[in-house]
Nanobody
Framework: QVQLVESGGGSVQTGGSLRLSCAATYSSYCMGWFRQAPGKEREGVAAIDSDGSPIYADSVKGRFTISKDNAKNTLYLQMNSLKPEDTAMYYC????????????????WGQGTQVTVSS
């Protein structure tokens, strides 16, 4: 059974940082982070393939860093310079096809972790 367990969400002020983690029982070619704010569609934030090549949404480039520890099957998202518009539920995903932030085909989702940024 595939399980994705996210952690690391929380509440911070504008300009703060958070690090999200996603422990997976399954390793796939492409894993990613998506987010969904209230009243908005889920959107891709970042993705990374098995070669370690990252892809970012324009809105987070230069502020977020996605990485993966293959030995631990754990995905990370380091979020710096957070803004109120980053407030959302963040979801980890595996089997992202194609491996882009625009992808809508995902094999498995985590349960989500809430990130709240106050001004």
């Amino acid at each position: 059974q595939v399980q994705l367990v996210e952690s690391g969400g929380g509440s911070v002020q504008t300009g703060g940082s958070l690090r999200l983690s996603c422990a997976a029982t399954y390793s796939s070619y492409c894993m990613g982070w998506f987010r969904q704010a209230p009243g908005k569609e889920r959107e891709g934030v970042a993705a990374i393939d098995s070669d370690g090549s990252p892809i970012y949404a324009d809105s987070v480039k230069g502020r977020f860093t996605i990485s993966k520890d293959n030995a631990k099957n754990t995905l990370y998202l380091q979020m710096n310079s957070l803004k109120p518009e980053d407030t959302a539920m963040y979801y980890c995903a595996t089997d992202v096809v194609p491996c882009t932030v625009a992808s809508r085909m995902v094999g498995y989702w985590g349960q989500g972790t809430q990130v709240t940024v106050s001004s």
